[in-house]
């Protein structure tokens, strides 16, 4: 009768004893996925902005196009119209930076399309006239004579171009390169 009597006294411990083990078990599957899960969103957060810079660079280059073939005339007056601006006032806060600037229907940028990969992206430029008169790299003499005849030989124009690639709730990427146009 003994044995029977300590029989059924333990009873249910094992039994608690792997609940314990499973809900130990269970905390550590959860942990594990919410880490795979950071890491899956940090990976594609990654490809996303790697798009997008890459769609930002060939904006670029098609900026540095247009400003190539930008001539002082073309320019408008002031601010921005299709993706060409005039001088920016320097005590002015940079333009891109303007709340509404890269919006829909404020006509300042100029669009481009991209295909970056399985993608087709559509970012925005503009090219801005920062000088059109500055002495040619090479241009100006390095001799002792500086008598206004034996100065500079050549001018050319500097553009500022800013190209900026945001899709709907994805990575916003803004690159600027300074151009020279001889």
Same mark, same amino acid.
């Given at each position: 009768?003994?044995?029977?009597?300590?029989?059924?006294?333990?009873?249910?411990?094992?039994?608690?004893? +792997?609940?314990?083990?499973? *809900? &130990?078990? !269970? $905390?550590?599957?959860?942990?594990?996925?919410? #880490?795979?899960?950071? =890491?899956?969103?940090?990976?594609?957060?990654?490809?996303?902005?790697?798009?997008?810079?890459?769609?930002?660079?060939?904006?670029?280059?098609?900026?540095?196009? +247009?400003?190539?073939?930008? *001539? &002082?005339? !073309? $320019?408008?007056?002031?601010?921005?119209?299709? #993706?060409?601006?005039? =001088?920016?006032?320097?005590?002015?806060?940079?333009?891109?930076?303007?709340?509404?600037?890269?919006?829909?229907?404020?006509?300042?940028?100029?669009?481009?399309? +991209?295909?970056?990969?399985?993608?087709?992206?559509?970012?925005?430029?503009?090219?801005?006239?920062?000088?059109?008169?500055?002495?040619?790299?090479?241009?100006?003499?390095?001799?002792?004579?500086?008598?206004?005849?034996?100065?500079?030989?050549?001018?050319?124009?500097?553009?500022?171009?800013?190209?900026?690639?945001?899709?709907?709730?994805?990575?916003?990427?803004?690159?600027?390169?300074?151009?020279?146009?001889?």
């Amino acid at each position: 009768m003994n044995r029977q009597g300590g029989r059924h006294s333990q009873r249910g411990s094992a039994l608690i004893v +792997v609940l314990m083990l499973l *809900t &130990v078990m !269970m $905390l550590l599957s959860l942990a594990s996925i919410r #880490g795979t899960l950071l =890491k899956e969103k940090l990976s594609t957060n990654m490809r996303d902005r790697s798009l997008a810079f890459q769609a930002t660079e060939a904006a670029l280059r098609e900026g540095e196009s +247009v400003a190539a073939a930008t *001539t &002082v005339a !073309m $320019l408008p007056a002031s601010g921005c119209l299709h #993706g060409l601006c005039a =001088k920016p006032v320097a005590s002015d806060p940079p333009r891109w930076e303007s709340s509404g600037f890269w919006a829909d229907n404020s006509g300042n940028w100029r669009e481009t399309t +991209v295909d970056v990969g399985s993608l087709t992206a559509k970012p925005r430029f503009i090219v801005e006239l920062l000088d059109d008169s500055i002495p040619a790299k090479g241009s100006c003499t390095t001799s002792i004579d500086v008598s206004p005849e034996s100065s500079c030989s050549g001018t050319e124009r500097r553009f500022r171009i800013t190209a900026r690639s945001q899709a709907a709730n994805r990575a916003e990427v803004i690159l600027q390169s300074i151009y020279a146009v001889p």
